[in-house]
């Protein structure tokens, strides 16, 4: 079955760590995206690739990098520099440059240590 | 910017009916879509409304109004098993944003 992979499903960061999650999808899908939802809240764009070797920054990509060297695969990283990194991280797909409909992963909650 | 609003809760019976309200204000606006997430999991889309009018999949029902920049999504014969969050979302030409999401709890 297609569908989107993220890995883990649990994160712990310590202070001053970079972390790295997965997400991959076998759905061949071109475009890509990671959101950030907070307990109560709405879910925000952080970065969004619609193509291989290219991302642009959404709305909160301040402390988060990202990279698309495979149609595949969309890792995104929590730099040290994200200082509130306590989350529920969801990755998504659609299936071209249209923003919808979107295919979400089960997502990664990410706390502090 | 864009924004959106939409109700914080509401409560039904089950099979009643219940309509979610969502307004936004936005620039370059391509349709509104719903998404459905039970609690700690992945949001599943519901349906996208790019035209006025209402579009009906089963007991869910969504219209929109761009004149009023307002669309709705209603919800028929309601079961335990809706109750979840519900998030409009503005679908600009390359992403979505979402609204804050309306938490539904469905009782017997």
């Known amino acids: 079955d297609g569908g989107i992979t993220q890995s883990p499903k649990y994160l712990f960061r310590k202070e001053g760590q970079n972390v790295t999650l997965s997400c991959e999808q076998n759905l061949n899908h071109d475009a890509m995206y990671w959101y950030r939802q907070d307990p109560g809240q709405g879910l925000r764009l952080i970065y969004y690739?619609?193509?291989?070797?290219?991302?642009q920054k959404g709305d909160i990509a301040e402390g988060y990098s990202v990279s698309r060297e495979k149609k595949e695969s969309f890792p995104l990283t929590v730099t040290s520099a994200q200082k509130n990194p306590t989350a529920f991280y969801l990755c998504?797909?659609?299936?071209?440059?249209?923003?919808?409909?979107?295919?979400f992963g089960d997502g990664t909650r990410l706390s502090i240590l | 910017g864009q924004s959106l609003e939409q109700p914080s809760e509401v409560t039904a019976v089950e099979g009643a009916i219940v309509q979610i309200n969502c307004t936004y204000q936005t620039s370059g606006f391509y349709g509104l879509s719903w998404y459905q997430q039970h609690d700690g999991g992945a949001p599943t889309f519901l349906s996208y409304n790019a035209l006025d009018g209402l579009e009906e999949t089963g007991r869910f029902s969504s219209f929109l109004s761009r004149s009023d920049s307002y669309g709705y999504l209603l919800l028929q014969e309601l079961q335990m098993k809706d109750s979840a969050s519900y998030f409009c979302a503005v679908s600009g030409y390359s992403t979505l944003t979402f609204g804050k999401g309306t938490m539904l709890l469905v009782s017997p």
């Open positions: 690739s619609q193509i291989v070797n290219d991302f």
């Open positions: 998504a797909s659609s299936i071209d440059r249209a923003p919808q409909p979107q295919h």
